[in-house]
């Protein structure tokens, strides 16, 4: 069932189709894009929070912690949030580039890393070194009434030797996803990277969460934390 499929009154309308709206605190527009890409097709709007002088970004803490750090911006990104009461939820994703011979890293550093270095500075590191290997991880944090739930989503692969393809963000064109006939993400459409994505998988987690939840008589029946 879509979610505009639930029963409306006509005064309802609007509510309920608020009601069908998650609003997305990220400045990132390329994660935006594609969880509407992803959620849009079941009735789940995605609209952005426009980040202003007072609320200019949610500053990151510092952990070893996809989880952790997805944990404290939600509570930032709900406290920032103003009104949010008529929206479905409110949510965040805290995503990451770990490479294997570096023990992780750039992992929960991957943005600090990707304007820095940028992905030109990372395969000049890896010159010479065997293992490629990497994977993309993710955790998306959202708020509905008044709890926290966290869907994670990983994505193994290898760093390719040369930067590759114009589509996507951030790592797209050096990461090589295992499955995906040896292209990068940034040589794959948006639906075909959403297929092997970390988001894709987490976003699909909340989806299917979503839908058991609006199908539940008690919402609270369900955990997907
Ligand atoms: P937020 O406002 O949502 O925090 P951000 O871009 O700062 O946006 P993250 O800290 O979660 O997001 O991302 C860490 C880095 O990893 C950042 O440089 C992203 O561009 C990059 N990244 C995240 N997901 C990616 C993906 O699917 N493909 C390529 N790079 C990605």
């Known amino acids: 069932m879509l979610f ?62 996809l989880r952790h750090v997805a944990k404290d911006k939600l509570r930032k990104a709900v406290t920032i949030v103003k009104n949010s009461s008529n929206k479905l939820g409110v949510m965040v994703e805290d995503a990451g580039f770990f490479i294997e011979e570096f023990d992780g890293f750039p992992g929960v550093y991957s943005s600090y890393i990707h304007k820095t270095l940028g992905i030109e500075g990372i395969i000049k590191t890896l010159t010479g070194i065997k293992n490629r290997d990497a994977c993309f991880k993710c955790v998306i944090g959202i708020h509905l009434d008044g709890e926290e739930f966290f869907f994670e989503g990983e994505c193994k692969g290898r760093v390719s030797e040369i930067a ?15 499955e995906g006939n040896g292209r990068t993400f940034a040589e794959m459409n948006s639906k075909e990277k959403q297929k092997f994505s970390h988001r894709g998988k987490a976003i699909e987690s909340l989806r299917a969460y979503l839908h058991e939840r609006n199908q539940s008589p008690t919402s609270n029946q369900c955990s997907g934390s």
Do not use: R
């Open 164 to 178: 590759l393809g114009t589509n996507g963000f951030g790592y797209d064109p050096i990461f090589i996803p295992n």
């Open 4 to 65: 505009q499929d639930i029963k409306k009154s006509k005064g309802e309308l609007d509510i309920m189709d608020e009601k069908t709206t998650i609003l997305f605190v990220t400045s990132n527009s390329g994660k935006l894009n594609e969880a509407k890409l992803a959620l849009n097709p079941f009735g789940l709007n995605i609209e952005s929070f426009h980040f202003n002088e007072e609320f200019p970004e949610i500053e990151e803490i510092q952990s070893s912690e």
